[in-house]
């Protein structure tokens, strides 16, 4: 992570019932991945370690959905069906929030860098930094 001072951004799933905040900087640097599930979401990967995320309200709100090795821990709202956030394959010691989730008033600016999640086994090892402190 660079030097840039940390935020709190907040964000949450679109009915409001699922809130979170995330310590990160103001102009954040985010991945785009072109596997299925987030391609088909149109999810935009800010990785934290687990110690800068913090859900808000809405735990009874979360469904968890699973697939392939089940590692990865996918959080819907069960009522609105958005997944704003989720424990990631590659970094399940932090978690991936989607950036588009995010309340605007404290992003600055957004970097996205495409990463090639279709080939996910040759290169996961590139997001596996973005969950240290």
């Not at 590659?90 to 929030?97: F, K």
Request: charged residues 20%; proline residues 4%.
């Amino acid at each position: 992570m660079s030097a840039e001072e940390m935020v709190t951004h907040g964000g949450g799933c679109h009915c409001g019932r699922v809130r979170f905040e995330v310590q990160a900087p103001a102009n954040l640097a985010v991945d785009e991945c072109n596997c299925s599930i987030c391609s088909k979401s149109g999810y935009l990967h800010l990785i934290v370690p687990s110690t800068r995320f913090t859900l808000i309200q809405g735990d009874d709100d979360l469904h968890c959905y699973t697939f392939n090795t089940a590692a990865a821990k996918h959080f819907f709202c069960r009522h609105c069906g958005v997944k704003s956030f989720y424990i990631p394959r590659s970094n399940p010691d932090g978690y991936s929030v989607n950036a588009r989730c995010l309340d605007t008033d404290t992003v600055r600016s957004m970097t996205i860098t495409p990463f090639d999640g279709r080939n996910w086994e040759a290169n996961a090892q590139a997001l596996a930094h973005l969950s240290q402190e």
